[in-house]
């Protein structure tokens, strides 16, 4: 179903590409359009297990289309370094493919809704963050994005650079 990476060797672990997830905390989902034409918009999200979640609107674009096609992709850039003297680019991203949807249960909602709110002002207590859900519970949607396939890549300028410093006992 999915292809196997080409260039193997600059693949991440399942661990780091984990960790890369963990640390942002916006990305880019990519969804078809009724039209067509594919659709990539930048999004905060937060992880739970092998889910991610992402707030929006009730209407608009992005409901349009996944109403129209449930399959999407994303993407997170942990690196960007661009080498001029080497004509390169020193990277690492994330890209997940998966199933997405509405989430109509209202507890999820709820329980989603709090950890996007804890992630993004964790000083906020469990009463605050209620307070701060409420106004705006009926106003908004949670697609669940389930990932069915997952990778990391990385430039081999880093992994060479990874490599060497592991070896020496250097952090990176």
């Known amino acids: 179903m999915f292809k196997p990476m080409r260039r193997i060797q600059q693949q991440l672990q399942d661990q780091e590409v984990d960790e890369i997830l963990e640390k942002h905390t916006y990305g880019v989902l990519s969804l078809f359009s009724e039209d067509g034409y594919p659709y990539g918009l930048p999004l905060n999200y937060v992880k739970e297990g092998d889910k991610l979640y992402f707030h929006v609107a009730k209407v608009g674009h992005k409901i349009d289309a996944l109403h129209h096609y449930n399959k999407a992709s994303f993407c997170v850039v942990d690196q960007d370094q661009v080498v001029p003297e080497e004509l390169t680019t020193y990277y690492k991203s994330v890209i997940a493919f998966g199933k997405i949807s509405i989430i109509e249960d209202l ?27 409420l106004p705006s519970f009926d106003r908004v949607e949670l697609i669940q994005f389930e990932i069915e396939h997952i990778t990391g890549k990385q430039a081999k300028k880093v992994l060479s650079k990874t490599v060497w410093d592991l070896s020496f006992g250097l952090k990176n």
């Open 107 to 133: 507890e999820t909602k709820y329980s989603v809704l709090d950890h996007f709110i804890a992630r993004f002002n964790p000083q906020l207590n469990m009463q605050e963050r209620k307070e701060a859900i």
